[in-house]
């Protein structure tokens, strides 16, 4: 394995850099309004939708996470990529049609929160308050897990000191995000989720070729070590999908209802070949290790074998094909939390406020929600994988039940999304505290079965106000009735 920071390395890295800074530029020249910062003017095409998408939602945990667990626990650890592919469809299937229909027209909603604020009316500010509030506690951990990610990479490729790497990291994340908006984002999400899957699919290839016979063995067993809850808390992942705000407002921004089923297909298909890689990335790391030694942190995996097996020029573009999976998540959480924050809680307060004053706060936010997620990452001993779990889990179980009744159920009340949303979040936040078998459970099932079960005994006690019921109707008959 290669000794220290070599300049090739370096040299297409800011390269990688560099691409960003031009799309960020140009995006920034496409925002004008509220509508083009926060939802890119509607008019994703399907490609920029589904790419975007999968490289939002994959992030560090693709290329750090997922290789790292599998380098640790073999082949066992897979059964989420399982998970997750059945919920993306689903999420694509059910989720994306009916969401991006009832957020079109006039009264369109631009964030989760005020989508929940125009289905119910009767007590919207309090919805979107709430929303928002819980938003911005699961995104703080999660950005956290984003800028773990990145300080890792610097601290590991280029030898700078790990708290430095996290600022440093944080500051470039923080400021192309800030500039150019949503278009920023997704545009630099489809260089980002294709730079991600070359990379995959390359590495574990010429690993492969590198080591001729060498035989993984047991590590590769599907069932080895697996219990009944271990199973069952990696196959769950995939409930998380319904309520992933930075994945749901790619549906949003769709240009067209037609796109949906395109998108779902490029966003399949990467996924798809990209978790593929991923898991061969942890196998053939762990057969290569044997041979070569392994680094001290599993995580690192796929930095060691693309800096072992590929020049310095290629390694490079690896090693920013890692930072590009981890900015693709944490620049669209950023976004999707300054603008929750901008819109539905000081937009509140200060109505009075004009487009532009509107985009600077969202920017401003940008950088206070950043904030929050650098203090959490200071501690260099987190884990990627931890992280993005609970964090995955708590938007899952206090969005997911909520999003499917609210599109779905046109008998649901303003006070069942309210229980729900509580209920998720704080089973999700109590739940490890339980301990023994039951917190060997991961929190995302009983998180999503409780709000769900709270929707329905709520709603089903206190009636829909005709307000509620009548704002399903108006949004299910908009431009477009999303009804299958």
């Not at 769709?254 to 061969?280: H, P």
């Not at 690896?318 to 999707?336: E, G, K, N, P, W």
């Not at 509107?358 to 990627?384: E, F, H, K, Q, T």
Request: net charge neutral; glycine share 10%.
């Amino acid at each position: 394995m290669l000794d220290g920071v070599q300049p090739a390395e370096v040299a297409s890295f800011l390269l990688y850099l560099v691409a960003l800074a031009v799309i960020a530029y140009a995006a920034w020249r496409h925002t004008r309004n509220v509508d083009d910062y926060a939802l890119g003017g509607r008019r994703l095409s399907a490609t920029v939708a589904a790419l975007s998408a999968g490289a939002s939602d994959m992030s560090g945990w693709l290329l750090l996470g997922l290789p790292g667990a599998i380098f640790v626990g073999g082949l066992t650890e897979s059964w989420i990529v399982i998970g997750l592919v059945v919920g993306a469809y689903a999420n694509w299937s059910i989720v994306a049609p009916r969401l991006r229909a009832m957020t079109r027209g006039a009264s369109g909603a631009r964030t989760i929160p005020e989508f929940f604020a125009h289905r119910f009316p009767d007590r919207g500010k309090t919805l979107a308050t709430v929303a928002t509030a819980l938003i911005l506690v699961f995104f703080g951990l999660y950005t956290a897990a984003g800028f773990v990610a990145s300080a890792k990479l610097f601290n590991s490729t280029l030898g700078i000191d790990y708290q430095a790497a996290l600022v440093a990291g944080a500051a470039i994340i923080m400021l192309y995000t800030a500039l150019g908006g949503f278009l920023a984002v997704s545009w630099t999400d489809v260089m980002q989720g294709l730079l991600m899957m070359a990379a995959l699919v390359v590495v574990p290839v010429l690993a492969l070729a590198d080591m001729a016979s060498v035989d993984v063995g047991s590590h590769a067993d599907m069932l080895q070590g697996m219990t009944v809850i271990g199973l069952a808390s990696l196959v769950v992942w995939g409930l998380g999908y319904f309520g992933q705000p930075h994945i749901l407002v790619r549906f949003m921004a769709l240009s067209q209802a037609a796109s949906v089923t395109r998108a779902r297909t490029i966003g399949m298909s990467w996924m798809v070949l990209s978790c593929a890689g991923a898991i061969a990335v942890g196998l053939t790391g762990y057969a290569y290790a044997s041979v070569a030694g392994a680094p001290a942190d599993a995580e690192t995996i796929f930095i060691h074998l693309a800096r072992s097996l590929l020049s310095p020029w290629i390694a490079g573009f690896v090693i920013a094909a890692i930072l590009a999976a981890v900015m693709s998540t944490i620049d669209s959480q950023l976004l999707v939390a300054s603008t929750a924050l901008s819109n539905d809680v000081i937009g509140a307060i200060r109505p009075d406020m004009g487009e532009r004053q509107l985009i600077w706060v969202s920017r401003s936010a940008v950088i206070v929600v950043a904030a929050v997620g650098v203090w959490i990452a200071s501690d260099p001993d987190r884990g990627v994988l931890e992280l993005v779990a609970y964090a995955w889990a708590g938007l899952g179980a206090t969005f997911g039940p909520a999003m499917l009744a609210s599109l779905y159920w046109r008998r649901t009340s303003s006070a069942g999304i309210f229980a729900g949303m509580i209920t998720g979040g704080a089973t999700v936040m109590l739940w490890p505290m339980l301990g023994g078998r039951l917190g060997e459970i991961y929190e995302l099932l009983p998180g999503f079965a409780f709000a769900s079960l709270a929707i329905w005994l709520a709603s089903a006690s206190s009636a829909p106000t005709m307000a509620a019921q009548d704002a399903f109707d108006r949004l299910m008959a908009g431009p477009e009735s999303g009804r299958p």
